[in-house]
Structures are given as structure tokens and as C-alpha cells.
């Protein structure tokens, strides 16, 4: 039996977050039609010579809602949605919202291994795809995931699907259907996004209607959005940060069109901005230097350009004191999680305080601890670990007690992992992480995973994967080996990362081999301080 998603506030806050009209019973169908109907011809999606209206859009999510349902998918039913920046991201995923069948988001670059976990921990029934993406056949993925995963009953492609069902062919019956979604009830899971995955493989974070319509809502108004506003998804949509911070969810909750970039890069993005007049944009720390890089020589007219956000990783105050003078817009920073808490400098905030911190929390009724090892508060300016919870914070993973007993406190507080400080405005400077989750340009990865498999390779004796810092990646990883007998090379090592099945920018950056690791006085590897030493003794080696 399927175990049904769910995230549940106490009542005290529930009622609480009604009452100040965080929660107002809307779900992302009711809020796509209402824009529709207000804006019918207005244009809500661009990608390449696509583009479609509101009306079409939520004709499409109608369409495909009643699709899903004829193909036997139920409400409550999970079903990974594994699409780049194409229109078709944002038609599946609104007919799933409509249908009352949960989206469960994975990214282009992830790969089997991630997607076995992904279908086996929300028990999906379903997976949605592209043919391609970047030369990579997502129908060999399916067939893989269907002969590991037995409930996937269900394979979508947009484009030539081969065996599976065609996007067409499910639009298409949906159209010809005259089935009737059930309205799904606001403060239930509407989807499934994934944590970055601290420790292991990511964990599913149950969202629901009504709070994360509620970040929508807010993080439109704080970051100007309206109908005259355009929005370019140009990181992979399915992450948090550009889905809804505020993201192709939020531009389309404020009646703004969106335009998809089919890759970050300047050479694909500057002639989109000119053609369209992009208004807005979200990139990561790595992505906005290459921006800066590229700006002051492109024959694109990027005058359009008002903010440019930057969230994903800590942006270094000398970078971000250079973005209005090299790119003439108003530099937004974003700092927040998958799991809830998000914080943002505002357009209208002093240019250092901009600079110097990572934002303050969307909501009144975020409640923001920063405490020492015991759990203390610590005073105003010193750093600390942070603790949440708020109108949009979970208060738990799906189907994962032993990460939720880790990861909340017993009054409902979420431990981030995050050391922060605090100024007097309640604005945050982000130190970086309690734990050894390297934060790739943006992609989180756990040591924890990639050690395990490093250590399956039979010249493996022993592995520590660290985070060294880097100016253009934030952080890269490298890899301390401890052969068994030969030394293998670094490339063949980075070939059988590849060869798991795990995505790219899990493959260690570089490779060091030594002799051994030290140990504590009890005589056992300490990983935490294996992997502090280490970091350090490379480090040391680069100044030098």
C-alpha cells in the first residue's frame, strides 16, 4: 500500500498562518486558472519559436490532467518529473498539480542511481521524460528504471518515446477525455521536491498548496514581479531556488512571462534577454562570473535586465560589489533551502548591506534561532548553527523518520546545517556548512556518497572526499585515496564515479593519493576531523 504524502502543521500554527493570511486555500490549479482567465492571450511561456498564452497553458494542464488520470495514475500517486527547461516541464507539471497526482522533481543531470532512489523512496508510479537532453537518451534511463523499480508502471516522453507512451499521445486522449479531476484540497502535498542531500542520497520534502503558494506569493511582491515583468528560467527549473525564489512559479502566480533558456551559458541566454527584454534573472555565484566575464564584450542588448539574483552558494562581497557597475542592475541575494526558509536582500536596501549579507527571512512569521553546540542562542554578530520554522518550513521528510529525528527539533524547529551570524536588521551572513556537504556551483553533494562508491572500486583501501574552496565553482571536490596494491589513476576513478550511474558534478574534481590517515587517540578515523585536516593541508599547499 502506498504511504500517502503528507505535512502537517499543529493546529496553533495552522490556525495562526490562516489567520494572518499566509494560507488563503489556494492550490497551483485554481491560481494558473484564475490567470487565465483574467489574461487569456497574455504570453506565459517561451522556449525557442514556442510560445504559448495563459489560456494555453492551462488548456494544456487540463489536457494532460485528465491524460494522466485515464492512464490509470491515481490522486495521491507519485510520478518523477526528469525534464530540462522545455514548455512541457510546466504543462506536465500543473496537469499533475490538477489531477491531484504529485510531481516528484528531478534534475536534468541526475541518473539512475539518483532515480532508483527518487522512485523507490515516494513509491512513483510514473516517470516523465525528454527523448534527449545533452546527449544523453533518457529512454535508456526508463527502461533501466523499469526492469529495478516495479511500481513505475508508467513511462511519458516528450518526443520519440519508442516503446513508451508519447507527451502528444497523452495530451492528446486527455483532450478527447471527459473525465473530471477532483479539485485537490489546498492544504495537502502537491509535490515532492528533493533536499540536496547531505548525508547519502537526497530526501523527499512534502510541499504543500498552501505554503508553498505562499513563498510564491510573497517572493513576487518582494522581488517587484508583475505583468509587465519577464522572468528567465535560466538554471535548470527543477530546482528550488529558480522554481519559486521566485522563480518560474512565482513570475507565473504574478501574471509575468516566462522565458526558458535552454542553457545558462551567455551564448545562449544574452540573445534571449535582448530578443524577449528579460526583465529578471536568477543565477548561481559560478554563473554570474562568467556573466560578468561575457557582458562588457556581447553585441546583445542586455539593457532590459533589472535584478539579477544570486542564491545557491555564497556570493564573496568583493564579486557582488562588482555586479552593478559591470552589468548596470540591482544585485537580489538569495539564501535559502529546499526545505522552507528563504531570505532575500530587498531591491530597496542600501548597496553594502546588499554586498554584505545573504538577506532577511520572507515572513513575519519565520522564527530564526542562531545557537552554540548546546543549543544555546548565541549573541547578535557571533556565528552559530540555524534552526527555523515558519508558515513554509516542513516539519518533516517524507517516509524518513531516522533523517526527521536528525533534522528537527522537538518543538518543530528545522536544523539547517547552516552556521550563520545575524546583524542588527535580522539580515543573514552565511559562514557556510556544519556538515561535509560540498556545495558545487550551486549542487550539492554529500562526501558520505561519493566515498561509498570511491571505496567499491577494488584499488580503493580507504577514501575522504573534501570541499576545497574555489573561486569560480564556490567549493570543488577532491578525493584523498589510500590504494589497495596499485595505484590506479585519478581518470580511471573518475570513470567509475561515471560508471555508478551518478550524475556529473558528483565526479571528484581532482584526485590526491597518500599513504594514510591520521586517527583519534581512541585509534579510530575521526571522518569529520580527517576531512578538516585534509581540507586544510590542501589548502595550504594552494596558498602556497
Not at 513563498?215 to 527543477?238: H, K, N
Request: hydrophobic fraction near 40%.
Amino acid at each position: 500500500m502506498t504511504l500517502t504524502a503528507q505535512q502537517i502543521w499543529p493546529e496553533e500554527f495552522a490556525q495562526r498562518y490562516r489567520a494572518a493570511g499566509h494560507w488563503r486555500g489556494e492550490t497551483f490549479g485554481s491560481y494558473l486558472r484564475e490567470r487565465a482567465a483574467a489574461h487569456p492571450e497574455r504570453v506565459a511561456i517561451v522556449a525557442g519559436d514556442t510560445r504559448w498564452t495563459y489560456a494555453e497553458l492551462d488548456a494544456r494542464a487540463d489536457a494532460l490532467a485528465r491524460g494522466l488520470l485515464d492512464a490509470g495514475i491515481k490522486p495521491g500517486e507519485r510520478v518523477i518529473v526528469h525534464l530540462p527547461n522545455i514548455p512541457e516541464f510546466l504543462s506536465v507539471v500543473f496537469g499533475l498539480f490538477r489531477a491531484g497526482i504529485l510531481p516528484l522533481y528531478a534534475l536534468p543531470a541526475h541518473r539512475i542511481t539518483e532515480i532508483e532512489h527518487f522512485a523507490n523512496s515516494g513509491e512513483a508510479v510514473g516517470y516523465v521524460a525528454a527523448e534527449r537532453h545533452d546527449g544523453f537518451d533518457y529512454r535508456a534511463l526508463a527502461r533501466e528504471l523499469k526492469t529495478r523499480v516495479a511500481s513505475v508502471k508508467n513511462v511519458f516522453i516528450v518526443g520519440n518515446a519508442d516503446e513508451f507512451t508519447s507527451f502528444d499521445a497523452l495530451e492528446a486522449q486527455g483532450r478527447a477525455s471527459n473525465t473530471e479531476p477532483v479539485p485537490p484540497v489546498p492544504s495537502t502535498v502537491a509535490f515532492l521536491q528533493i533536499s540536496g542531500g547531505s548525508t547519502g542520497l537526497s530526501k523527499l520534502i512534502p510541499r504543500t498548496h498552501d505554503d508553498y503558494i505562499y513563498t510564491l506569493r510573497e517572493s513576487a511582491r518582494i522581488c517587484g514581479l508583475d505583468g509587465d515583468s519577464v522572468f528567465m528560467g535560466a538554471l535548470p527549473i527543477a530546482h528550488n531556488y529558480p522554481m519559486s525564489s521566485p522563480g518560474v512559479l512565482g513570475a507565473l502566480y504574478a501574471g509575468s512571462r516566462v522565458v526558458l533558456s535552454p542553457s545558462p551559458s551567455p551564448e545562449a541566454a544574452f540573445p534571449l534577454i535582448e530578443r524577449e527584454r528579460v526583465t529578471d534573472v536568477s543565477l548561481v555565484p559560478p554563473l554570474l562570473l562568467v556573466w560578468m566575464q561575457a557582458a562588457p564584450g556581447t553585441k546583445a542588448d542586455l539593457s532590459s535586465l533589472k535584478v539579477v539574483q544570486v542564491g545557491g552558494a555564497k556570493l564573496m562581497p568583493e564579486v557582488a560589489r562588482r555586479v552593478r557597475p559591470t552589468l548596470g542592475v540591482t544585485l537580489q541575494q538569495v539564501f535559502g533551502m529546499a526545505e522552507g526558509l528563504v531570505n532575500y536582500t530587498r531591491l530597496d536596501d542600501p548597496e553594502e548591506l546588499i554586498i554584505q549579507t545573504q538577506g532577511r527571512p520572507i515572513s513575519e512569521d519565520d522564527e530564526v534561532l542562531v545557537v552554540d553546540d548546546q543549543g544555546n542562542a548565541v549573541p547578535e554578530g557571533e556565528a552559530g548553527y540555524l534552526l527555523t520554522r515558519g508558515p513554509y518550513t516542513i516539519r518533516g521528510y517524507h517516509n524518513n523518520p531516522s533523517a526527521n529525528a536528525r533534522s528537527f527539533t522537538e518543538d518543530g524547529f528545522y536544523r539547517t546545517g547552516d552556521i550563520v551570524k545575524r546583524t542588527p536588521e535580522g539580515y543573514v551572513v552565511v559562514q557556510g556548512r556544519a556538515t561535509d556537504h560540498i556545495n558545487r556551483a550551486g549542487e550539492k553533494i554529500s562526501a558520505e556518497e561519493i566515498e561509498d562508491h570511491l571505496l567499491a572500486h577494488p584499488q580503493v583501501f580507504d577514501a575522504a572526499v573534501v570541499s576545497i574552496p574555489d573561486e569560480y565553482l564556490g567549493e570543488r571536490s577532491c578525493a584523498f585515496i589510500i590504494a589497495q596494491g596499485e595505484r590506479p589513476k585519478g581518470a580511471v576513478l573518475k570513470q567509475w564515479i561515471r560508471s555508478r550511474g551518478l550524475a556529473e558534478f558528483k565526479v571528484p574534481d581532482q584526485v590526491v593519493f597518500v599513504d594514510s590517515f591520521s586517527a583519534t587517540a581512541a585509534l579510530k578515523v575521526s571522518r569529520k576531523e580527517l576531512r578538516a585536516a585534509l581540507r586544510a593541508q590542501l589548502t595550504a599547499q594552494d596558498d602556497a
